[in-house]
């Protein structure tokens, strides 16, 4: 397959993306009274986010102040920021935004409630806060059975409104990996809902109870008491995701297009798409998912992409791909183990309609403050 891109770069199906926007609203729209707030960490473009919303999710969740500004400056109205924010700047910066949109912020401290506390009563604002919650994953988040005592110390902040609890708990089940995602996203959205009703049985109102990624989120969704979920990668999915039985390849929107540049010998491939290309954050060979290489190479099923320098991705042959009789400068298809963090390696994606191919610059890429 030749087509006349530069490489590497990475394509985004339109088709099967709208397929896949439409199919998770409705999936989450079953449950009448959960909301769908998607992560855009995927896709980090405006323009993928207005097209959930327009799907019926109820706005969007960045993890950075500077992504929610730039989602705010091309018409996003309602973004939930759930990470800490600790800093005088970032509160500044978040309570400025909330007077303009819908805005919810996230916090797991006294600390770094106290901290929204005074800038807030600084400026005479009131802030919309969840309180996040540690269901396992062992990263941001009060440990739960510490969260009431610090709920009841946040709801008493006159210039913070306590409104929900949420949760970022992954393919997680009795505290390991798994591939049960239903199972997990279960005990995930039982978890947080019982803990909604200790909170409210001593007088805090929790109104949103937030769960959900991508594999578990439907699942979660289920769990009475649930009110919103938090999918992301599902926008593009990616190998990870099929691996875990949450989609097809075929359901796989985004994939990397790369030339091969090299060809030493009959097992082996060199590609122009290497570690400053494709993500390496989900590696090979871990459990549960035991993926062999970075990506799956589409039309060559025993062709692996097994090891990569900053440049080079080196393409392990077998022999149906030997046979397959790759070409220096034919061109691959390669889906890459997480679609996520390979999207904000790339200053733009290209957008495929058809035989149409647009370049689009990722917006939100590289906002990291």
């Known amino acids: ?30 449950h009448n009274t959960v909301k769908l ?28 102040v500077s992504e929610a500004e730039v ?11 759930a990470y800490p924010l600790v800093t005088v700047s970032k509160i500044e910066r978040a309570i400025r935004l909330s007077e303009k949109i819908e805005l919810i912020v996230a916090v797991d401290s006294l600390a770094g409630a106290l901290l929204i506390e005074q800038t807030a009563a600084r400026l005479g604002h009131t802030v919309q806060v969840r309180l996040e919650i540690d269901t396992g994953l062992r990263r941001t988040g ?38 049960d995602v239903a199972a997990a996203g279960w005990e995930e959205g039982q978890l947080m809902a019982d803990l909604a009703d200790r909170l409210r049985t001593a007088g805090i109102a929790i109104e949103d109870v937030s769960v959900g990624s991508t594999p578990t989120a439907l699942y979660a969704a289920a769990v009475p008491g649930v009110t919103e979920v938090r999918p992301g990668t599902y926008v593009y999915q990616d190998r990870m995701q099929a691996q875990l039985g949450v989609c097809e390849l075929e359901d796989c929107a985004g994939s990397v297009l790369v030339t091969v540049v090299s060809r030493p010998s009959a097992d082996l491939a060199i590609v122009d798409g290497g570690s400053k290309t494709f993500a390496t954050d989900v590696q090979p060979g871990t459990n549960p998912l035991h993926l062999r290489g970075f990506g799956h ?18 393409l392990e042959l077998g022999p149906l791909a030997q046979a397959a009789n790759l070409q220096v400068g034919d061109q691959l298809r390669i889906i890459p183990n997480h679609i996520c963090s ?6 733009q994606v290209v957008m495929q309609r058809g035989d149409t191919f647009e370049r689009l610059p990722v917006l939100a890429r590289g906002m990291l403050e």
Do not use: W
């Not at 397959?1 to 079953?30: F, H, K, Y």
């Open 1 to 30: 397959m030749t087509i006349s891109l530069e490489t590497p770069c990475v394509i985004i199906d339109t088709d099967i993306l709208a397929r896949n926007i439409q199919t998770m609203a409705d999936r989450v729209g079953q």
């Open 37 to 64: 707030r998607p992560h855009a960490k995927t896709h980090k473009l405006p323009s993928v986010a207005q097209l959930q919303i327009d799907a019926g999710a109820v706005g969007i969740t960045v993890a950075k």
């Open 71 to 81: 989602m705010a400056a091309h018409g996003i109205g309602n973004i939930f920021i």
């Open 142 to 179: 009060v440990l739960y059975e510490q969260a009431p005592a610090l709920a009841a110390e946040i709801a008493r902040l006159p210039h913070l409104r306590l409104t929900g609890i949420y949760t970022f708990r992954g393919a997680l089940l009795d505290g390991k990996p798994t591939l």
């Open 297 to 314: 190479i589409h039309g060559l099923d025993d062709a692996f992409l097994t090891r990569l320098s900053e440049e080079h991705g080196m």
């Open 342 to 347: 390979t999207v904000n390696l790339h200053n």
